[in-house]
């Protein structure tokens, strides 16, 4: 038996196909035949981008881009693009806190050189003006679409990034203490102020036997005795101030030190408004004295925030930069020149 | 330093009224004019003596120099309309009345009556209380919640002896413990006490007056303080005193003894004749008013702390005499420790916070109980005498700060007398008074005298 030989009726078949094209099949008979895709030796791409040295970023890219082409037309459709030149400037100028290279390179999964890198943030930056122009117009769920996109690509840290240089509010305790610093030359105050607190009226119930005097009762004895009408029997609230836990008058005994921590409450007009508890330390008496004051202004400043005007006119919120000039080399001092010698 | 507005011359207006017995043109030299045959603190003199000066009065006219240091000028010599000389005064106050001290007054400013032989001008008053009074147009105080808490105590000691009422005024500089001795006794002179003031006892020990050695006593005896104090007691109390006289023998050096029944005024003026027997005469005197129970005595020291401190006397050895050595100060402190008493009074005394030569020493501070500033543990020594003399001493705390209403009758009375500078407003109260911790020299002399705002 010869096994190689081929069966006697596969002799007639090629394996190789010699027809060129397929026979004819009408489309009728067709119909209950189910034919199946063929399978491609090569898998359809599944990015445009596939075939570029970056898809995923390119990906990426495009989709942002996308996205900002349908920002630009709802916008459009909208009549706000173009926007006028006067409209532009209108609008808040914006810092952006995008993330950095590396960061963003994670997110795109790629690692991206700085030409990249510049040209995401380009169309970044350009959403967030639409974002910008959006929440200017009201609309609210564009805006909050294009939100949804630039957030994630905002740093952790952004609110603290675009803080920077501001000066941070004032927190307030539970028990409605500020607390603040204050500096001058080398001192260093901190300053905790709280409303001073009325005690409560003792002898509310023997008055209320009282009757009420009126108004007639009160412009008579106000004419007839005017010294001792004019005496209201409210008690007068005075400012306790304690700096390292000693009164103000122990503390410093030089009446201009003094005048120098009391002047910001006395401008203020809040003298017996507010009771004050200081430390300071480094510097000297007159440094101290200026530290505190600085932190009284800014604490009273938070307070009451209508009395931030009177103390920036009145240069208290500002921190004196003036400091110690250093000694030169050839002067005596910082500016004394060594006596001059004709020969 | 000191703004002088319109104050000056209303002083001078008052000096002008009552020159011969205002007090506060005389010369309160604590050396008078001396007499032929007393003892005489020879001055030091130059190895050029002064012509047509008696040596005797060199040193006299010195200390009148210094005591008078700050006088205000009378009105003829300013004519000027901006010393407004006929303006009249605003400032009305009521009169200082034993009767109306109650809780009612508190924090009201009262002025202190004006008396031939008021306390205050007999016996002098403290440095800072005298110029005071003379920028005032009136001396007066104002009545805070202490004032009658001191005068509760004088009214509960006035049938107890004076062992039981052994007070010391204490608080921080500048709280008003001198004005308070002051208000204490002008009360107990308007009550009709008897009482002797030493408004400076730092000038027991701080050798300004003579001392020699007595050896009978065996101490240093002062006899011209105690001969200028029984001339001031005798002019203060006379009307008192010559309803009393002596109960037992009294035996004085280099005389024939004083026999009981003797009227006081006789006991005194034996003191006053001869300078050298003043301490004894006056040691005599005080014995003599602890035993009657007709009048309760008032014993009132300022600069208290000073009677504990070591003077700045030298014996022969060039050491430091301690002060119970000298004949005023152990007087003093025998009646302060309960060692000789009153059959009726008190003992009252202001210790002076603001004195750096003779500051608050130890024993005087354990006694009181009050802070330390200083090491004060068992290795510290401390002189048993003084810790004796400074046993059962009672402490008023007086407050540190004004309340507010006390201050505002500072502020009132210093406004009405218009020598505030700056212009008297509420806010101007608020921030001296805020300045000042509402403290009552700060808030004055640092916050209102010395400043000036629009």
């Known amino acids: 038996m010869n096994v190689l030989r081929r069966p006697s009726g596969l002799s007639k078949f090629r394996f190789y196909s010699t027809q060129t094209t397929r026979p004819f099949v009408p489309p009728a008979s067709l119909n209950h035949f189910d034919f199946r895709q063929r399978q491609r030796e090569k898998p359809r791409p599944t990015s445009p ?11 990426q890219l495009s989709s942002l881009e996308s996205a900002l082409q349908h920002a630009k037309t709802a916008l459009t459709s909208c009549h706000l693009l173009p926007l006028p030149q006067f409209a532009r400037e209108a609008l808040p100028p914006r810092v952006n806190a995008w993330v950095d290279k590396r960061e963003l390179g994670l997110k795109l999964r790629s690692t991206l050189t700085t030409s990249r890198y510049r040209r995401v943030v380009l169309v970044l930056n350009e959403l967030e003006t639409y974002r910008a122009i959006a929440e200017k117009a009201g609309i609210a769920e564009l805006q909050e679409g294009i939100r949804g996109i630039t957030e994630l690509f905002e740093r952790a ?42 005690p409560p009226a003792d002898k509310s119930t023997a008055s209320q036997s009282i009757p009420a005097a009126t108004e007639t009762d009160t412009a008579l004895t106000a004419l007839l005795d005017p010294i001792s009408s004019s005496k209201s029997n409210e008690p007068v609230s005075v400012s306790q101030i304690l700096v390292n836990n000693t009164p103000l008058s122990t503390y410093f005994p030089i009446p201009a030190d003094r005048a120098r921590v009391i002047h910001p409450i006395k401008l203020a007009g809040l003298l017996g408004a507010y009771n004050i508890f200081a430390i300071v330390r480094g510097g000297g008496t007159s440094g101290q004295s200026g530290a505190v004051a600085h932190g009284i202004a800014k604490g009273l400043a938070a307070h009451e925030p209508a009395v931030a005007t009177i103390l920036r006119k009145a240069k208290l919120l500002r921190r004196d930069p003036r400091m110690v000039e250093r000694k030169k080399p050839g002067l005596a001092k910082a500016r004394k020149r060594y006596a001059w010698v004709k020969r | 330093m000191l703004t002088l507005s319109v104050r000056c011359q209303r002083v001078s207006c008052q000096l002008l009224a009552s020159s011969s017995t205002s007090p506060l043109a005389q010369t309160r030299s604590y050396a008078t004019q001396p007499k032929k045959g007393q003892i005489v603190k020879q001055a030091s003199q130059g190895f050029k003596g002064k012509k047509n000066t008696p040596s005797g009065q060199m040193e006299h006219a010195k200390k009148d120099k210094k005591m008078m240091a700050f006088q205000p000028l009378p009105a003829s010599q300013l004519p000027h309309p901006l010393f407004e000389s006929d303006c009249p005064d605003t400032l009305a106050l009521q009169s200082f009345h034993p009767e109306m001290l109650t809780r009612v007054v508190e924090s ?57 009422s052994r007070v010391v005024l204490t608080g921080p500089q500048g709280c008003g413990k001198s004005y308070l001795l002051l208000q204490a006794l002008q009360y107990c002179n308007a009550r009709d006490w008897l009482v002797l003031y030493i408004p400076r006892a730092t000038n027991l020990v701080n050798s300004t007056t003579a001392y020699t050695y007595d050896m009978r006593t065996r101490t240093y005896s002062q006899p011209i303080f105690a001969y200028q104090t029984l001339q001031r007691f005798l002019k203060v109390n006379a009307p008192r005193l010559e309803q009393l006289r002596t109960q037992t023998e009294i035996e004085i050096e280099r005389r024939p003894p004083v026999p009981p029944g003797t009227p006081l005024v006789e006991l005194i003026n034996i003191g006053l004749k ?47 005499i301690k002060s119970y050595h000298l004949s005023m100060p152990r007087l003093l402190l025998e009646y302060a420790s309960g060692q000789k008493s009153f059959a009726r009074g008190a003992v009252f005394g202001a210790l002076s916070m603001s004195n750096t030569t003779f500051p608050l020493p130890l024993e005087l501070r354990e006694a009181l109980s009050l802070e330390h500033d200083r090491p004060y543990g068992s290795y510290v020594k401390r002189q048993p005498e003084l810790v004796e003399y400074a046993h059962g001493l009672e402490r008023l705390a007086v407050p540190a700060s004004l309340s507010v209403p006390e201050a505002a009758s500072v502020f009132e009375v210093w406004m009405k007398d218009r020598a505030v500078p700056s212009k008297p407003n509420d806010e101007l109260f608020l921030a001296k008074y805020s300045e000042a911790s509402g403290n009552a020299r700060a808030f004055v002399w640092k916050g209102l005298l010395s400043s000036m705002s629009a």
């Open chain 1, 49 to 59: 981008a596939f075939y570029t040295a970056r898809p995923e970023f390119y990906d």
């Open chain 1, 157 to 198: 840290d952004a609110a603290t990034m675009l803080a920077r240089g501001k000066a941070k509010p004032v927190k307030f305790d539970e028990y409605g203490r500020s607390y603040t610093l204050g500096k001058r030359k080398t001192s260093s105050a901190r300053v905790w102020i709280v409303p001073v607190q009325q």
């Open chain 2, 108 to 164: 009201q400013a009262l002025k202190f009556p004006h008396n031939e032989n008021d306390p205050f001008r007999i016996f002098g008053l403290p440095r800072n209380i005298l110029v005071e009074f003379r920028l005032l147009s009136k001396p007066c105080s104002v009545i805070r919640s202490v004032t009658i808490d001191a005068i509760s105590k004088l009214d509960a000691a006035s049938d107890k002896n004076s062992k039981e």
């Open chain 2, 274 to 320: 001869d300078q050298g027997h003043a301490p004894t005469v006056l040691g005599a005197v005080l014995e003599e008013i602890g035993k009657q129970t007709i009048f309760p005595v008032l014993l009132a020291v300022d600069d208290f702390q000073a009677l504990y401190c070591k003077s700045h006397y030298r014996d022969q050895h060039f050491s430091a």
